[in-house]
């Protein structure tokens, strides 16, 4: 499968111009789906994409627990700057564009994951595209200063950082994993603003920084206290 020709496939389905912007939206879909697969799944993955592609799904790290599409789409939002509706439809060009050039090997990775992703693998349709203009109607956000990010994180326990990213890691309880992100989800949803979540051994990690600017700003700040409320409550 040719990288560009791939590029072209999913530009078209979500309506990007030029085919290069589908770039980004195909890198994290492809690998928050490989993070979701068993080692043989993800490389019979790699083997059908363009050699960048393949590499990146590649090496990436399976998550330590299961999840469901909430938190994917959150991560692709929050990966590509946009609103989780939006990261829908783009998951959607993206794995029908596979659909379609690979029909056996999107079966095959489809299967391997919840119920909920059956739909992402359906063309996103034929109306417009889900768009920014919420995001353009809210404030523009303001950029910290290295000493107001000190100032910010010594009001935010457990957190760490600098004007890049800001980033806590917590252990959460078993059987509290899906309720906690489903209420972070709605904090980020009231906010049209993310957080990055990674599972790792030793936790789950929090990342927050604005990805448009790639620095910390105010909204940041107040992500991280809507969350440590949370994780305080839980």
Partial sequence: MAHRELLEAIAERAGLD????????AESVLVGVARRLD???RAAL????????ATLVGESAPLRRDQGRTP????VASELDTTPERARFLAQAVLAALADRDAPTAEAVRSQLPDDFAELFAAPGDGP???RAATAALPEPTDLTADEVAAALASLPGWTG???????????????GEEFRNRIAREEQAMNHHAVVEDRPDGTVFRVWTHARGVV??????????ISAIIEES
């Fill in 18 to 25: 030029p085919p290069d912007t589908a770039r980004r939206p």
């Fill in 39 to 41: 080692g043989p799944s």
């Fill in 46 to 53: 790699g083997s059908t994409l363009p050699s960048h592609l």
């Fill in 72 to 75: 994917f789409l959150q991560t």
């Fill in 129 to 131: 595209p889900p768009d």
């Fill in 162 to 176: 600098d004007v890049r990213a800001l980033e806590r890691t917590v252990d959460l309880p078993p059987g509290i």
């Fill in 217 to 226: 700003t105010d909204l940041d700040v107040e992500l991280a206290r809507r």
